[in-house]
């Protein structure tokens, strides 16, 4: 093996697969033939380290002949992605219910029955309440009996002119 991927891509042996993307990136940038035209023989070198690393099947075959065994970073990493079945036996159900019961349900339901915090009645603020609220009623129907318009007798204004007549010879005779 004439070259090491990881010196080449700049990286530590224990390197995730985001570090040796933002690595390949960069020095791709650096060394692209059509902006250095004398780099493409490191441009190779660089794209053949970055497809051996991204591979997890052959970089652990690289890490092999390397002697490394430090790939232990990055093979948590992809297990932890794989996850067990659930399993779904009645068995199982059974004591998930059980344990569930014993743990998490009694103290559930103390909570819910527990007795609601008690608030207190300022009971100076009630009565003056119901003071004003008669007050009020009061003072409106004062406001619209000042503001009624007071009713007109419909008399038409000959015969009132008749009336003060007869008033004054009354008047004159006494």
Same mark, same amino acid.
């Given at each position: 093996m004439s070259f090491d991927y990881y010196q080449i891509l700049q990286l530590k042996p224990t390197a995730t697969t985001a570090e040796i /993307?933002? $690595?390949?990136? *960069?020095?791709?940038?650096? +060394?692209h033939p059509d902006k =250095? #035209? +004398?780099?493409? &023989?490191?441009?190779?070198?660089?794209?053949? $380290?970055?497809?051996?690393?991204? !591979?997890?099947?052959?970089?652990?075959?690289? !890490?092999?002949?390397? =002697?490394?065994?430090?790939?232990? %970073?990055?093979?948590?990493?992809?297990?932890?992605?794989?996850?067990? #079945?659930? =399993?779904?036996? #009645?068995?199982? &159900? $059974?004591? *998930?219910? %059980?344990?569930?019961?014993?743990? +998490? $349900?009694?103290?559930?339901?103390? /909570?819910?029955?527990?007795?609601? #915090?008690?608030?207190?009645? =300022?009971y100076k603020e009630l009565t003056s309440i119901l003071i004003s609220i008669p007050v009020a009623v009061a003072l409106l129907l004062l406001l619209v009996n000042i503001y009624q318009k007071p009713k007109t007798n419909n008399i038409p204004k000959e015969t009132k002119q008749v009336d003060t007549l007869l008033i004054k010879q009354n008047a004159d005779k006494k």
């Open positions: /993307k933002a $690595a390949y990136r *960069r020095l791709a940038k650096l +060394f =250095n #035209p +004398f780099a493409e &023989e490191k441009f190779k070198q660089i794209k053949e $380290a970055y497809e051996t690393l991204i !591979d997890t099947a052959k970089r652990n075959k690289y !890490d092999a002949k390397r =002697n490394y065994t430090s790939t232990i %970073q990055v093979k948590k990493k992809e297990t932890a992605k794989k996850q067990t #079945p659930y =399993n779904h036996t #009645p068995e199982a &159900e $059974a004591k *998930r219910q %059980q344990y569930y019961r014993e743990h +998490f $349900a009694g103290k559930q339901k103390a /909570k819910v029955y527990s007795k609601p #915090p008690e608030t207190k009645t =300022n």
